[in-house]
């Protein structure tokens, strides 16, 4: 059972959290003078008035109001499943701990109490564009793969729940059994964007729903700086795949650099737009090129790759087909070799390559899309998933 000064003092870093949501490095600097949340509403009126001055704003806030008011807080989060960490216990974030403007406390659900917010892993932020391109979600699935296949530690993948880049880092980890924290520009008691509520769902139960927004906060766009820093802080190293020179993902990579946190890019064309911004860090040196899956997993420390040839894989993924006449497993084999050399390919281009007519290439591409070796998109460009 938890001690009543335990919860004492996480009730004052829950306080502290909601005067201090977008001046954390007040509380910050409060709580490391002072020793503890709890010293810092301890505080008697002089002490108070010398430390903050005669006109602060925030003097009179710090009062045992405010933790009431946060200790109330904190037995409804309670009774909805949500849980609160404050700065000062040990189950906060390590990493994130060590940053200037770390939050005082976090919100989050789990589907496993014991859970810290970071998981039980390396945490590792993929992050990118809303606005992704075939090349971003194959390499976002293609990196997340390799993390799950790596022989050393397990990463826990940490991304923020938008659309794009951010939700296929969030679903690739589920589909490879990984770990994965979705850190929200909201309240724990609700998701941002709301279609996304279904995934959201899914990462609470194996992983965590992360913020520092108290409860019934709406998506803001100020918010989603402070949400970044977050991502930034409570990772080992950030990965971002496609980003436009400005945007969110230029932000977080940029708080990571500043925080002394590893940063890679993905490298994309010189006249894409998406990769404008990957190709900006690598040219200033903020971040390291990932050229291959295996460097990228060996230079975060995650071990080694399984060896293997990209196209035998090809190849023995199509045994499945064994039991299908020649021709077939010919097409099959044809549309996969296709689909790997050319990322976004038409299905009226796999016709045509392979001398067939459309409906044929139709049939053996709904197949292989059923049995999710291929993904087709609105307009019928085919992707490979595996």
């Not at 909805?80 to 990493?95: H, I, K, Q, S």
């Not at 970071?118 to 293609?142: D, K």
């Amino acid at each position: 059972m938890e001690r009543r000064d335990e919860f004492e003092e996480r009730a004052c870093c829950c306080a502290l959290n909601g005067i201090f949501g977008y001046e954390p490095r007040i509380a910050n600097e409060l709580v490391r003078t002072l020793g503890s949340a709890s010293a810092v509403f301890g505080m008697d009126e002089a002490t108070r008035r010398q430390i903050f001055g005669q006109y602060s704003r925030h003097a009179d806030r710090i009062t045992m109001d405010a933790v009431d008011s946060a200790a109330r807080e904190l037995e409804r989060l309670e009774e909805d499943g949500c849980r609160f960490v404050g700065l000062t216990e040990d189950a906060y974030p390590p990493l994130l701990k060590e940053c200037e403007d770390a939050p005082a406390g976090l919100y989050f659900r789990s589907g496993d109490q014991s859970r810290p917010p970071q998981g039980n892993g390396v945490p590792i932020a993929v992050i990118g564009t809303r606005n992704m391109s075939l090349y971003g979600r194959e390499w976002t699935r293609r990196l997340i793969k390799a993390f799950a296949s790596a022989a050393g530690e397990k990463a826990v993948i940490v991304s923020g729940l938008a659309y794009g880049i951010d939700v296929t880092a969030h679903r690739a980890a589920l589909d490879c059994g990984l770990e994965t924290v979705a850190v929200m520009a909201t309240g724990p008691d609700s998701v941002y964007p709301p279609r996304h509520a279904g995934i959201a769902a899914e990462i609470a139960s194996s992983g965590a729903l992360v913020t520092d927004f108290p409860p019934g906060t709406e998506p803001k766009n100020v918010n989603f700086l402070r949400r970044n820093r977050i991502i930034a802080g409570m990772s080992r190293a950030v990965v971002l795949i496609e980003s436009r020179v400005r945007g969110g993902g230029m932000m977080t990579s940029g708080l990571a650099f500043s925080y002394g946190r590893d940063v890679y890019a993905l490298p994309g064309r010189a006249d894409d737009q998406c990769s404008l911004g990957c190709n900006w860090l690598i040219r200033s040196k903020k971040a390291e090129a990932v050229f291959s899956e295996a460097d990228l997993v060996e230079s975060l420390g995650l071990g080694k790759l399984p060896r293997g040839d990209p196209e035998k894989s090809a190849g023995n993924v199509m045994e499945r087909y064994a039991d299908r006449d020649g021709k077939t497993v010919e097409r099959l084999a044809g549309i996969l070799s296709a689909v790997r050399k050319k990322r976004g390919i038409s299905l009226d281009e796999l016709a045509s390559g392979l001398g067939i007519p459309w409906q044929e290439a139709r049939r053996y591409v709904s197949m292989l899309e059923c049995d999710g070796l291929i993904q087709v998109d609105l307009l019928q460009r085919c992707s490979i998933s595996i």
